[in-house]
Nanobody
Framework: VHLVQSGGGLVQPGGSLRLSCEAS????????VAWWRQAEGQKRELVAI???????TYKGSVEGRFTISKDDLKNSVNLQMDSLKEEDTAVYYC??????????WGQGTQVTVSS
């Protein structure tokens, strides 16, 4: 499975961005879909996930500001990011796959929140 990300860029604090991740084929219902991020000099961290059971979980610091969604018709996973803060600055990656496996990763996209 090949994943292609789009969206991202530079935004001022309080602004919004939308990330998309399109898969080259139908995403199996047994797969989880997720967004991760990695800030400079930091470890990669999980931002949001939809499990194969449809359970949605967010990293605490983005709860209420970010929304993950899955579009089965477009074979895509999206991340709507509102009320962005400077600490949200990072390279964002989408990931799909079976839980506990290495899965498939997108190429990464830079999100910079700065005034």
């Amino acid at each position: 499975v090949h994943l292609v990300q789009s969206g991202g860029g530079l935004v001022q604090p309080g602004g919004s961005l939308r990330l998309s991740c399109e898969a080259s084929e139908t995403i199996p219902k047994t797969y989880m879909v997720a967004w991760w991020r990695q800030a400079e000099g930091q470890k990669r961290e999980l931002v949001a996930i939809i499990t194969s059971e449809g359970i949605i979980t967010y990293k605490g610091s983005v709860e209420g500001r970010f929304t993950i969604s899955k579009d089965d018709l477009k074979n895509s996973v999206n991340l709507q990011m509102d009320s962005l803060k400077e600490e949200d600055t990072a390279v964002y990656y989408c990931k799909i796959g079976r839980a506990g496996t290495s899965g498939y990763w997108g190429q990464g996209t830079q999100v910079t929140v700065s005034s």
